[in-house]
């Protein structure tokens, strides 16, 4: 069964009151690429997933789960 990765990414960067811009500028992506991870386009590298993680604070787990379709 194909497995989904949904992501967390805009419910913690509302929560802190940040934008897209400002979100991909703390980590070093462009704002596209929020974009295509918050509406599920997008499935990030493992490093990029750790340094959002670390970014926010929180465990990876928390921010992207692994689902069926």
Partial sequence: ???TI????KLHRTNLKL???ELSDSIGVTRQTIIALEKGNYAPSLLLALKIAHFFKKPVEVIFKVGSK
């Fill in 1 to 3: 069964m194909p497995k």
């Fill in 19 to 21: 934008t897209q811009e």
């Fill in 6 to 9: 949904k992501n967390f990414v």
